[in-house]
């Protein structure tokens, strides 16, 4: 009996590590996409076009980005900060992260 709750337990912090790791991958790809939005602006503003042809599009991605957070933070329903964030990130995935060790998510 001890082995097996020791297994169960195991299997749970390996889950664990596994949700932590998508997580991890998946706020590291907002960062890289507001900075792939950074250079964008940048690019486009000095290098290939002028800031009359680059700000309604910059205007608009943010726009549409600030409005896709928020909606996040109203869906749910905590303070905005990144340690929410991330808790709701880790109650989404860890089932997903049970499931590919092998433990029953329910």
Request: aromatic share 16%.
């Amino acid at each position: 009996m001890y082995w097996e709750v020791q297994e169960l337990l195991d299997k749970k912090n390996e889950a664990a590590v596994e949700c932590s790791k998508m997580v991890r991958n998946r706020m590291s790809l907002g960062v890289f996409l507001i900075l792939a939005n950074v250079g964008f602006i940048w690019s486009g503003t000095y290098i290939f076009y002028s800031w009359d042809i680059i700000e309604p599009i910059a205007y608009f991605v943010s726009s549409l980005a600030g409005i896709i957070l928020c909606s996040r933070f109203f869906k749910i329903k905590r303070p905005f900060s990144l340690l929410n964030y991330k808790q709701y990130m880790i109650e989404k995935y860890m089932p997903k992260a049970m499931e590919k060790v092998g433990l029953d998510a329910n």
